[in-house]
């Protein structure tokens, strides 16, 4: 394991992504560093710019709108990243489906820009915050 | 030859780079650690700080299109250069009383460096929300620059004169009115150079996206955030000796200097998570208007006591 992987893993900074969702998802993102989960503990950081983030997370499904910004949030962050998809939406569009707002699920227009992104998936609407504390651990440990 | 390589040793491990970073790395874990714990959180584990930079350097480093490519690679290099020299130039006055007479004009310029460079690096950019952070910053500067400069000529009065960092670190002028008032509003300015809540303005994370800092990646991040560690020891540092009676090097002084940087740290602390951020407005006029006040009446009290012989004034 080389060190950058290694340090990757003590302090993954975040930065949050909305594509289009119904803010359950960020409520509960948020819900995160509030001290029942306070996910300081483990290195995890809120940052205001995609040029500091290790890890992006995306919620909502991707509209018509924000397609072209989320390619470019993705370009702008500083590799390696990880992507991580939370939430019913993002994983898969959800109830969404067959919208005409719609342009897909997270993963697709991620692999648009490239191909061999560490996508990781957080299913639930909303996922509880224990769910994705213990995704970004295995999404973390599988680099 | 051995005085250069003494020089170097000076500049690049002891007092210098080496122990300087460890020291910041150090208190910039206690800064985290005491806010959580105020928020009734857990924290972060000790060695956080030394995972961000060491995970920083192995990341990719992003410069945008249209950015001075030079000006903005060497920013950070310059801001980072003059808190070194200021803090070994400290360090050795307070260890090896090498002072010179004037050093505590050569120490406030030394001080205004990183935010210059940061002024600088963040306009090459070419962002909008970085330009927003730099004129941010640069009003910030602006506003606090004379307070703080008066600050230190408040003690200077009060000591009868002295430029020596050294002479001055023989007194306490934090046991008179003036010198009390000067410390207060001193102590504030160094809430604003370190960027800590009520003034982090230029680095507002909701509004602009940590303006100032927003472009930069990886690497330069890092010196960036090294940067900020070492003033976290330097600043203090620099308060303890003008305001404090100095940091001692043995035995029971040693012990009174710890005390006396954790006590500032800890008002720091405390002010950081008891405030919410200012506009830059009131910012400025906080800086301007309250603490101008406050230190004329600082000046005239510390002229009278000079005068008349009343150090308590």
New interface residues.
């Given amino acids: 394991m080389s ?2 992987i290694w ?2 893993r ?2 993954p ?1 975040v930065f949050h992504v909305n594509t289009g969702a119904c803010n359950n998802c960020d409520i509960e993102i948020v819900n995160l560093l509030t ?1 029942k989960f ?1 996910v ?2 483990f ?1 995890i950081k809120l ?3 995609p ?2 983030a ?1 890890a992006l997370l995306v919620t909502g499904v991707v509209t018509a709108q924000a397609a072209p910004r989320l390619r470019e949030i993705y370009r ?1 962050t ?3 990243c990880v992507v991580f998809c939370i939430g019913a939406c993002a994983c898969d569009t959800g109830i969404f489906k067959d919208g005409y707002h719609v342009v897909g699920p997270v993963d697709k227009i991620i692999r648009e820009v490239d191909p061999d992104a560490i996508i990781a998936y957080v299913p639930g609407c909303p996922p509880k915050p224990e769910a994705m504390i213990s995704g970004v651990v295995k999404a973390l440990s599988a680099l | 030859m051995t005085e250069a390589l003494w020089n170097l040793f000076w500049i690049l491990i002891f007092p210098g780079f080496l122990f300087t970073v460890a020291f910041g790395l150090v208190a910039s874990w206690i800064v985290r650690k005491v806010s959580a714990l105020v928020q009734w959180r857990v924290g972060p584990p000790l060695l956080q700080p030394l995972y961000d930079v060491v995970k920083l350097m192995g990341k990719e480093i992003l410069i945008p299109q249209q950015a001075q490519r030079s000006v903005f690679i060497t920013a950070p290099l310059v801001g980072m250069a003059g808190v070194l020299l200021l803090s070994t130039m400290l360090w050795r006055i307070s260890i090896a009383q090498t002072a010179f007479i004037g050093d505590i004009i050569v120490a406030i310029y030394l001080m205004v460096l990183p935010s210059l460079a940061l002024i600088l690096g963040s306009s090459a950019s070419a962002s909008p929300h970085a330009a927003i952070g730099t004129a941010r910053e640069m009003k910030m500067v602006m506003s606090y620059e004379l307070p703080l400069v008066l600050a230190f000529i408040v003690v200077i009065i009060k000591t009868g004169g002295q430029l020596n960092l050294a002479v001055i670190a023989q007194h306490t002028p934090v046991f008179s009115i003036s010198g009390l008032l000067a410390f207060l509003v001193a102590l504030l300015c160094v809430q604003a150079k370190l960027g800590f809540v009520p003034f982090d303005i230029a680095e507002a994370e909701t509004e602009i996206a940590s303006g100032v800092l927003m472009e930069y990646s990886g690497a330069l991040l890092a010196v960036w955030k090294l940067t900020q560690a070492m003033m976290l020891v330097v600043l203090p540092l620099f308060l303890v000796m003008v305001f404090l009676g100095g940091f001692g090097t043995a035995g029971v002084p040693l012990v009174w200097g710890i005390g006396k940087y954790v006590l500032i740290m800890v008002l720091l602390i405390l002010i950081k998570n008891t405030n919410p951020r200012l506009r830059i407005d009131q910012a400025m006029k906080f800086f301007w208007v309250y603490c101008g006040i406050a230190l004329a009446v600082a000046i005239i009290l510390a002229i009278i006591g000079n005068g008349y012989d009343i150090s308590w004034l």
């Fill in positions: 060190w950058k340090s990757l003590k302090s900074w001290p306070d300081e503990r290195g940052v205001g710019s040029r500091h290790d702008q500083p590799k390696p």
